[in-house]
């Protein structure tokens, strides 16, 4: 074992270790982190304001801003590695693992989630002054406050889901005593991280949609990978050794995020430039130093691996590697942080309406064949297709080295299921969705009823099960964290039919028929979010009817026709809504107003996109009783096989304990009144 733990993981003092080396580069790093964008932030002064056309709100705004800024993005990194490290990489037993003891890095998460709740608190004041060039004395003027919340351009209701997701993690490091208690902080955590990256500089501009969710991959890639890092550094510092198993899946994933980090930054690099040379612009010199430091990165972590494979990875070895890796990683924080206070050169390019809201023009009507030919690759819903498949397959191929069987048509349909949901969101389909309701409905239906029904015939949940084994002495794996979360209390609520069915029907009404679906059409990333809510509630829905794995709360099969036959009336409630309003009322009006395609009938899209719902959401579900049926008809076949089996080898308990119940009475004598029998008859007396 070339890296090995102490005896006391909760001793912060180890003898024989010098503290002044670990508080240099602690320091450094610190010094690093902050001083970059501060220094960004002074010297240039009024000039980004003044290309914006906005007024300078003074140093004072600026620099508090930028230091709040760096200040959330280190505690933001630094809680999302010691979520990741106490969830996945600690060193203990299945038992031990799933209760929180005290270690550094709990307190490490701790501190560091108060610490990012507080600087996002202050940037939702200090960003709406920032970005509206509002000199600070102006709070104090009446309704100030408000109103520069609401012209903020979206960062203080951002930095708003950051403070609360951000408080959520803080408040549940200090009670959670359960493995299951950091499942929703880190759920809580991916809002928190990606809320301001979203609405950043990546939300305008040509190809937008691109340079978005090229951002939110990385944020998560870079977070996950820098996040452990700083982690596993503070561990070192504090002097304790990394455990052998949180070594290995350090490299593990470095060697996932780092790629994904590069091709991300390189699509990102590609949309803030729009056409200029890397060293036309400030934003190109960040970009190149942010490379140099990635590429110090990659270099210390494949050194690391090297040496761990040769054997030779000692405590010597990889403390300077952890401090020259923190001191990198603050490095590329800074410059992250610093490139918020320089507008990219994405900014200043002309830009139709189209492009600022869709991120590309469509002067194409949206025929059959325009549909089918002009695809827009999404990349996020792409990524994750690849990365769903690409598990799927190593566990099938896990269970055949074994020797086990897989049905192959779960494989078939969970290839498939991903295969709709790509086309759905990258081809003509996809791209058009945002610009045609009658086309957004296509895939809505496609998302939320089509794609999930092929998956949960995947059986996945059962699949990795089966893939991965549990060592009671050995550490906490993916078998173990599966099973952990599928006996979790707030799976069971999620799971509960009620509440799937509410949602699962509420979702139609309650977007389409208020404000909603046309305040989020603006965005790029509300138009995503809604495309992963239909595609995650169906997969709710659906699992609890066909679903190969078992769920939290199975429902018998004649309650199985029941809820798909509920869900019916509703379909064609909300498509009748939708036909019979399209003259009179037009869902999202202003926004397809707004885009002002030449192509566009707003009330025949309208109702196309009534007919489709209606029709969309009956012939699915037709077809879902068809498969439920064939799923009951098995079951009492299997049900029925097995009771003949059992009876055919004297093994059914049924039938044994009726067979000596007979043998019992037979066993018994008849007897008359009063317990005798016809024989024994009174004597008469003399």
Known sequence: MPVAATPDDSDPSQPGHNRLPRALWATVAAVVAVGIPVTTAVT?????FDRLLRGFPGYDVAIVTTLLQAGADTAGLITFGALLWLLFLRDATPRAAQTLRESVELRVLRWASAVWALCAGGLIVFKALDVNGIPLIRLGEPGALSYF????????????????????????????????????????????LLAPVVVGQVLVGPEHDFGGDSAVLQTLAANACFGVGVVAAIRIGSGRLLPLVALQRLFVIAAVCLPVIVVTDLVIAWFKLAGTGLLDSATGWQILSRWAALAVLIALVSIGALRWRQGGLNERGIAPLMAIASIMIAVWIGIGAAMT??????????????QNLLGFDVPDAPTITVLLTQWRPNLLFLSLAGIAVTIYLLAVRTLRRRGDAWPVGRTLAWILGWSLVVIATSSGFGKYSGPDFGVHMIVHMSLNMLAPGLLVLGGVITLLLRATRTNPRGTAGVHDWITWVLHWRVLRFV?????????FIGSYYGLYLTGIFGEFMRFHWAHQFMNMHFLIVGYLYYSLVIGVDRPPRPLPHIGKLGYVLAAMPFHAFFGIILMTGAESMIIAENFYLYLDASWADLPAQQYLGGGVAWAGGELPLMVVIVILAIQWGRQDAKEAKRKDRHIDTSRDDEFDAYNRMLARLAERPTTGPRGRTPDQREEPQA
């Open 495 to 503: 799971y509960n039919p009620l509440v799937v069915f509410v949602v």
């Open 149 to 192: 919340y609401q012209v903020s351009y979206n960062y203080s209701p951002a930095w708003t889901v950051t403070f609360v997701a951000a408080s959520i993690v803080c408040c549940a490091a200090w009670f959670a005593v359960q493995w299951t208690g950091l499942l929703i902080p880190l759920w809580s955590s991916f809002f928190a």
């Open 44 to 48: 240039s002064g009024e000039e980004p």
């Open 341 to 354: 206070r320089i507008p990219p050169p994405q900014y200043f390019v002309p830009t139709t309406v189209q």
